[in-house]
């Protein structure tokens, strides 16, 4: 005996518009976090560039200590970030004394901190300096932007992929909604994981296992102690099925 009305069903107009809302919502978040990864990556980039052309056109100098400590950072045990600071005492070639404070930082690997140490500078601007130990590991310090393109990218994905799975979800809720036929579905297996529904089923006539992931519990109940659902099928989408919720979503159910 079918369990939904006959059709056309009426889509839940209110729950697909929060769906969209809180996508947007979402989406507004990974743009938030992917520009701010953007300004890490470029301004950890642009640091390096100013060194690196800093140590081609400089004047050198080996007059020149340097005091400090690495902080290290470590995840799951393994250490994936060395920021250095240094107290750096440096004579030009005039003789000028200098003392100035020197930071940078790498990904996954250290620098030789017992390499000969040598400075050069800009003459025309000698708080412009640059140590041997910064330009020692280009691809560590370029860690943190390839680092940063990475997660640049998954929000990007991360973007498409949402609104993809919302336009997927509205779809194929307005084909069934027209024109479908009830499946009655077995459950083999329900998972709930913060607020998401995973439920892995078997079609009636071709036994067919698919899984379906939603907001919300499936329609379900027992017979003969297997767990059975609701789904919806039509031969407008074909290979598709649409796992009925436990309140009728995505639809709004009314006797007739």
Do not use: C
């Not at 809302?21 to 470029?42: D, E, P, Q, Y």
């Not at 989408?237 to 009728?248: F, M, N, S, Y």
Request: proline share 5%; hydrophobic share 40%; charged share 25%.
């Amino acid at each position: 005996m079918p369990v939904l009305p006959s059709r056309p069903l009426t889509v839940d107009e209110k729950l697909l518009s929060a769906r969209r809302r809180k996508a947007g919502w979402l989406s507004l978040m990974f743009i938030v976090f992917g520009a701010l990864m953007t300004w890490f990556g470029l301004d950890k980039l642009h640091a390096l560039r100013r060194d690196l052309q800093l140590w081609e056109r400089g004047t050198e100098t080996r007059d020149v200590r340097a005091e400090g400590q690495v902080t290290e950072t470590s995840k799951l045990g393994v250490t994936v970030g060395y920021d250095y600071e240094f107290d750096v005492a440096w004579v030009d070639g005039a003789g000028a004394g200098h003392d100035q404070k020197v930071r940078f930082d790498t990904m996954w690997s250290p620098i030789d901190d017992g390499a000969p140490l040598t400075l050069r500078y800009d003459p025309s601007q000698p708080k412009d300096i640059v140590l041997s130990w910064q330009v020692q590991k280009v691809q560590a310090r370029l860690g943190w932007t390839y680092l940063a393109a990475a997660l640049v990218l998954l929000m990007i994905f991360a973007t498409l992929a949402l609104w993809k799975k919302e336009r997927e979800l509205e779809r194929l809720a307005r084909v069934m909604a027209e024109d479908s036929e009830e499946l009655e579905v077995e459950l083999l297996s329900v998972h709930e994981y913060k607020g998401n529904w995973t439920v892995k089923a078997r079609a009636p006539d071709d036994s067919t296992e698919f899984k379906s992931g939603a907001p919300w519990p499936p329609m379900e109940h027992t017979r003969d102690g297997k767990r059975l659902g609701v789904a919806l099928r039509s031969g407008r989408a074909p290979g598709e099925i649409l796992l009925v919720g436990a309140g009728g979503q995505p639809f709004v159910l009314r006797p007739e």
